[in-house]
T-cell receptor, first 113, second 110 residues
Framework: EAQVTQNPRYLITVTGKKLTVTCSQNMNHEYMSWYRQDPGLGLRQIYYSMNVEVTDKGDVPEGYKVSRKEKRNFPLILESPSPNQTSLYFC????????????FGDGTRLSIL | GNSVTQMEGPVTLSEEAFLTINCTYTATGYPSLFWYVQYPGEGLQLLLKATKADDKGSNKGFEATYRKETTSFHLEKGSVQVSDSAVYFCALRGNNRLAFGKGNQVVVIP
């Protein structure tokens, strides 16, 4: 089954404790992306990757890091999480062509205390 | 840069009513346009898309037409069902970037 898998689905942690949210896709997609969803703000793109070893900032990259060492994986790293990063996070993947839709994971709800 | 604007506020309507959700966009070049739907506790799912001017996307009774002259991509459905209750997002993809509207909560009452 074609899917995008995120882990963990839920996480409560404390300010400053490094965390990683993993994302994996099995569709051989070149393009992968991370979003955060906040009430009243919709989805905002954090980082995206056009292919292995190619990453770029989205609209809200501050406080986040990503890496793309393999085509299927695109982890999101919060080196020193802060409460304003409490949010619902989605990973998505697609073919590179701009007319291709994104396939979304089920989301990761992060709470930073 | 690219941006998408959706009408403000939730939409509440009765079963079998006509649904319209407005979406306008700002973009350089020739973006592709999408509507996604999000059910509670789930990720976004593609509802329909249009990739060039005057294209009409359609799926599950929903339709939207890519209007370049008015930079709009309004979503419509002629007769909604309770199962259509969800959050709907308009989105744009262009220059390798994606932009989403803020979403509209749609509640259909039996």
């Amino acid at each position: 089954e074609a899917q995008v898998t995120q882990n963990p689905r839920y996480l409560i942690t404390v300010t400053g404790k490094k965390l990683t949210v993993t994302c994996s896709q099995n569709m051989n997609h070149e393009y992968m992306s991370w979003y955060r969803q906040d009430p009243g703000l919709g989805l905002r793109q954090i980082y995206y990757s056009m292919n292995v070893e190619v990453t770029d900032k989205g609209d809200v990259p501050e406080g986040y890091k990503v890496s793309r060492k393999e085509k299927r994986n695109f982890p999101l790293i919060l080196e020193s999480p802060s409460p304003n990063q409490t949010s619902l996070y989605f990973c998505a993947s697609s073919r590179t062509n701009s007319n291709q839709p994104q396939h979304f994971g089920d989301g990761t709800r992060l709470s930073i205390l | 840069g690219n941006s998408v604007t959706q009408m403000e506020g939730p939409v509440t309507l009765s079963e079998e009513a006509f649904l319209t959700i407005n979406c306008t966009y700002t973009a350089t070049g020739y973006p592709s346009l999408f509507w996604y739907v999000q059910y509670p506790g789930e990720g976004l799912q593609l509802l329909l898309k249009a990739t060039k001017a005057d294209d009409k996307g359609s799926n599950k009774g929903f339709e939207a037409t890519y209007r370049k002259e008015t930079t709009s991509f309004h979503l419509e459905k002629g007769s909604v069902q309770v199962s259509d209750s969800a959050v709907y997002f308009c989105a744009l993809r262009g220059n390798n970037r994606l932009a989403f509207g803020k979403g509209n909560q749609v509640v259909v009452i039996p």
